[in-house]
Nanobody
Framework: QVHLAESGGGLVQTGGSLTLSCVAS????????MGWFRQAPGKERELVAS???????YYAAFAKGRFSISRDNTKNTLYLQMNSLEPEDTAVYSC??????????WGQGTQVTVSS
C-alpha cells in the first residue's frame, strides 16, 4: 500500500526558510517520479517541483531560485528546501508519486504559514 508522510511545515516569517520531508513506503521509491504540490485556501492545487527517478528536476516559475527538490533513495525520502519565503507561499504542501500518467498518489500534507 502506497503511503506518503510529510513533515517539516510550520510558521515562519517572511524571508525565512523551511525544509519539508516526505517519507515514502509501499513501493520502490527509487523507481518513481516524485513531486511537491501546494494548495492555498480558495485556490487550486499547483505543482511546486518534481524530480524524476533519473534525478532530473522541474520547478514552477515561482519556485525557481528559491526552492530546491531532492531525494535520498537510501532513506525513501523526498525533500523540499524552501528559502526566501513569502506570505504568498502559505499553503498546504503535499508530496505525490505516480505510476502511470499524472501524479495520482498523495500524502496528507503539511501546513506552511508565512507571516508578513
Amino acid at each position: 500500500q502506497v503511503h506518503l508522510a510529510e513533515s517539516g511545515g510550520g510558521l515562519v516569517q517572511t524571508g525565512g526558510s523551511l525544509t519539508l520531508s516526505c517519507v515514502a513506503s509501499g513501493f520502490t521509491f527509487s523507481a518513481n517520479d516524485m513531486g511537491w504540490f501546494r494548495q492555498a485556501p480558495g485556490k487550486e492545487r499547483e505543482l511546486v517541483a518534481s524530480i524524476w527517478n533519473t534525478g532530473n528536476t522541474y520547478y514552477a516559475a515561482f519556485a525557481k531560485g528559491r526552492f530546491s527538490i531532492s531525494r535520498d533513495n537510501t532513506k525513501n525520502t523526498l525533500y523540499l528546501q524552501m528559502n526566501s519565503l513569502e506570505p504568498e507561499d502559505t499553503a498546504v504542501y503535499s508530496c505525490a508519486t505516480r505510476f502511470e500518467g499524472a501524479f495520482n498518489y498523495w500524502g496528507q500534507g503539511t501546513q506552511v504559514t508565512v507571516s508578513s
